[in-house]
């Protein structure tokens, strides 16, 4: 029989229809992702700002980065090739990493960074999230400009569990220094003083126009009237909590963290660096005949001097052809300005806190860990060390220098990755296995401070057998001052199960936990002056930084690492590193 004869039996015609019904039925969310592949030049790019310009770290020019978008279920391949002389690391801010340890990025923990004339291949995929999360770099202070969204869309075929926005906009908070941001934490390492604070905030890269010289640096959001937008909210500054509200409009809370979320109306939003949050703007059913300021401030509660300053970005409407106002000038227009919460304004912090709460339905569960394996107790706060000898400093006292740590451990970033000693069983003299479980020395720890307020400096980490449930108590100290710290887990989601100020108490504040629908998140704040608890279960092998994301307290030591051991299956372990993972 030909071949033309046997695609024309009826016994074939009957297979092929059977195959094609078959496969009308398969959702398209059936199928496996794709692979995307980007690549990311590290180079300089004039950047001009507040009437100054000055050369700054970009990928492939751009400030801020490039924005990458995939679907869940996708294959990342993101090559960085360094060409500037300061080493380089990516980090992949909430990407969960499963047996990918070797591409989560942070300097000196996962992977030596790129240096000058070397490139490295980021490969991942992306496993059971979507959402808004953020790429940046992870070394010193090069976040400052090296930042970027990352757009995780659900699998084709399944909608969002809210109104299908008519357009999605990323809106990604920054910080603009007119001097050399690295320059600025060198200075303050070598004097042991407070760095120099930004000199704006900026929306998408821009200032605004409450900032000197920046009228046409603006961002403009350009809508219709009766649709609904998904904005994906940002905060890639540095050093800052921050309020944000749109003047005249009430935005509804769907996602924080690439995690959906119960959806609540509000007008404020806080958002920490590190944190994302999805809203759903629903503009108004007529053209206004006005215009909006949507604007950002600190969210302050540390006694050190921070930016006390507005970004302004505009919401227009967009005049409609048979529209009266169609030739209006824009600026003609009365401009709304919304009211900000006051900077150390911790009850509507608190307010808008407390509402977040997972779906918790049954597409998106809440698999919060009912049970625990392993509690731990961290003091989270800022402390000191002596000057050297015979050298004065310009921390609290001519004599010590400001540091910050975790049960009084300042986490000293060791000259070889993190990861690599552990795989490759050379750890001695990288890392000790003995980070202490709860503060040797307890103390009241919102109250009157400790004489003496020096803390100790090591490299310390936390092992835990693979699938390990924890459970672990942060408490912020008045060391120094009280302050909210947003800390940051790599490698795993976690849940929020409760939170209070004051002294954490062990007898009675478990029983208030909420372990039924929790918000789930990748940072969390820890309140000033108070505590939070979270839960979740160690499944994913590697060594995962944890730290604050005020960059400041991670430059002074509030950071440590957590080491999870590999499982007995195959897809319980670390995989081998990859040929071109950098060298020190």
């Known amino acids: 029989m030909g071949v033309l004869d046997h695609l024309s039996s009826p016994s074939f015609l009957k297979v092929f229809l059977f195959y094609f019904i078959t496969i009308a039925f398969i959702p398209e969310h059936a199928f496996a992702g794709i692979t995307r592949h980007y690549k990311f030049e590290i180079k300089l790019q004039n950047v001009t700002r507040l009437c100054h310009t000055k050369s700054v770290v970009t990928v492939n020019g751009q400030f801020p980065g490039p924005r990458i978008i995939a679907r869940e279920g996708d294959r990342l391949l993101i090559k960085v090739v360094n060409h500037v002389q300061n080493n380089i690391s990516i980090h992949w801010h909430g990407i969960r990493q499963l047996q990918t340890g070797w591409a989560d990025g942070p300097a000196y923990v996962t992977q030596c960074p790129i240096q000058t004339g070397q490139s490295y291949v980021y490969n991942y995929t992306i496993v059971g999230q979507r959402g808004t999360l953020f790429w940046h770099a992870h070394i010193s202070w090069l976040r400052s400009t090296v930042y970027g969204p990352i757009v995780i869309l659900p699998k084709r075929g399944v909608p969002y569990p809210f109104t299908k926005p008519f357009k999605e906009v990323p809106i990604i908070f920054g910080e603009w220094w007119n001097a050399d941001p690295e320059a600025v934490i060198s200075q303050a390492l070598q004097t042991g003083g407070g760095p120099n604070v930004s000199d704006a905030y900026t929306i998408n890269g821009l200032p605004g126009p409450l900032y000197n010289c920046s ?70 059913p007529k ?77 998106f569960p809440a698999n919060v860990p009912q049970k625990v394996d392993k509690h731990f107790f961290f003091t989270i706060g800022l402390g000191t060390n002596p000057c050297q000898r015979n050298k004065t400093c310009q921390g609290p006292t001519n004599a010590t220098r400001f540091s910050a740590s975790v049960n009084n451990i300042s986490f000293a970033l060791p000259t070889t990755a993190l990861l690599q000693a552990h795989f490759s069983g050379q750890s001695n003299g990288v890392y000790s296995p003995d980070f202490p479980t709860s503060p040797l020395i307890p103390f009241n720890y919102t109250g009157n401070p400790p ?8 490299t310390k980490l936390v092992v835990l057998p693979f699938n390990t449930s924890v459970e672990l108590v942060m408490q912020d100290t008045s060391i120094l001052g009280a302050e909210s710290h947003p800390l940051h887990l790599h490698g795993f989601n976690f849940f929020v199960v409760g939170r209070g100020f004051g002294n954490f108490d062990p007898n009675s504040d478990p029983a208030k936990y909420n372990l039924v629908d929790p918000i789930e998140r990748n940072t969390v704040n820890v309140p000033s002056g108070g505590w939070v608890a979270i839960r979740f279960l160690a499944d994913n092998p590697g060594v995962w930084f944890m730290h604050c994301h005020l960059e400041v307290h991670t430059s002074w030591g509030l950071r440590m690492a957590w080491l999870v051991l590999d499982g007995k299956l195959p897809n319980q372990k670390l995989l081998p590193p990859p040929a071109d993972l950098p060298k020190c």
């Open 215 to 284: 009228a046409k640096d603006t961002f403009k959001l350009k809508v219709k009237p009766g649709k609904t937008y998904l904005l994906r909210l940002i905060n890639a500054a540095l050093n800052d909590q921050l309020f944000f509200s749109i003047a005249n409009h009430t935005l509804k809370v769907v996602e924080a963290d690439a995690i959906y979320v119960k959806p609540f109306d509000t007008d404020t939003i806080l958002i920490s660096p590190g944190q994302t949050t999805n809203v759903l703007l629903k503009t108004k």
């Open 287 to 363: 053209f206004p005949n006005a215009t909006f300021l949507m604007t950002a401030r600190p969210y302050v509660t540390g006694l050190g001097t921070f930016d006390n300053s507005t970004v302004a970005g505009i919401l227009e409407y967009e005049f409609l052809s048979k529209a009266p106002h169609s030739k209006l000038p824009m600026k003609k227009l009365q401009l709304f300005k919304p009211t900000l919460p006051a900077l150390n304004d911790t009850a509507s912090a608190t307010k808008f806190t407390s509402k977040l709460r997972s779906l918790a339905n049954a597409q």
């Open 451 to 458: 004489n003496n307020t020096n803390v100790n400096n090591g």
